[in-house]
């Protein structure tokens, strides 16, 4: 399933891991675009830079559709929530969160898939 059934990220600590700040990077792989130029600026203060990604699973509290999955994308929505927990038990750090709408489309309560108004809205 190339990865997306992951529901956790490993220890992925950048720049100077010894670092009295910590820059957090959490999102999807548009995110993860980001991550050349925070390195170099992590690397040149002195920051730490954590890194907290998964392809093909925004950031946004949402339940998406996964064509790799064929269905509902559960695994994102588990690593989105053990992220965030992670997160919060760090506090105070800097994050940066970046994502965008692309081809991502939400779920209703029902597992169906939403359109137009209902999908941005969600």
């Known amino acids: 399933m ?22 957090i990077l959490f999102g999807d792989s548009h995110a993860l675009q980001f991550f050349p130029a925070l390195e170099v600026v992590a690397e040149r203060n002195r920051w730490r830079l954590v890194v907290l990604t998964k392809r093909e699973c925004p950031a946004a509290e949402v339940t998406v559709f996964n064509r790799l999955a064929g269905g509902s994308y559960g695994a994102c929505d588990t690593w989105r929530r053990e992220e965030l927990r992670r997160l919060e038990r ?11 709408k692309t081809d991502y489309t939400a779920l209703g309560d029902a597992g169906e898939e939403l359109s137009g108004q209902a999908d941005a809205d969600a």
């Open 2 to 23: 190339i990865g997306i059934e992951l529901t956790r990220s490993g220890p992925c600590v950048y720049g100077d891991t010894r670092g009295h700040r910590t820059l």
């Open 90 to 100: 760090r506090g105070g750090h800097p994050v940066v969160l970046l994502g965008g």
